[in-house]
């Protein structure tokens, strides 16, 4: 198994940028396909951006592409997600997310393929 602990978020104006950490803890992180995922309030959560475990294949949401940019560091057990350009309509809570697979090159854009998550990070964009 692994444990997932996201960090970074906080308030921001319009414009500015966060930079979310995503520790991974426990099995081998590069064992893991990892995605980050927001869920405002009376909302259902929402994918954002997605990466392959080696070859850091990506994909990103048509709402934040060109905007935020996932990565991940295996040496260091972290997935990242920075944000720049942020808007309002960004306000959330924020969660990375990871699934197991043998496949170096895969990764989901669907929530219901991820069994781990973590606790969450609140980020508030204000105008």
């Known amino acids: 198994q692994v444990q997932l602990v996201e960090s970074g978020g906080g308030l921001v104006q319009v414009g500015g940028s966060l930079r979310l950490s995503c520790a991974a803890s426990?099995?081998?992180?590069?064992?893991?396909?990892m995605g980050w995922f927001r869920q405002a309030p009376g909302k259902e959560r929402e994918f954002l951006a997605a990466?392959?475990?080696?070859?850091?294949?990506?994909s990103y949401a048509d709402s934040v592409k060109g905007r935020f940019t996932i990565s991940r560091d295996n040496a260091r057990n972290t997935a990242f997600l920075q944000m720049n350009s942020l808007k309002p309509e960004d306000t959330a809570v924020y969660y990375c997310?990871?699934?197991?697979?043998?496949?170096?090159?895969?990764?989901?854009?669907?929530?219901?393929?991820?069994?781990?998550w973590g606790q969450g990070t609140q980020v508030t964009v204000s105008s």
């Open positions: 990466i392959s475990r080696i070859t850091m294949n990506k």
């Open positions: 426990g099995r081998t992180f590069s064992s893991y396909a």
């Open positions: 997310a990871a699934f197991v697979t043998t496949s170096l090159s895969y990764y989901s854009e669907d929530r219901n393929k991820y069994n781990y």
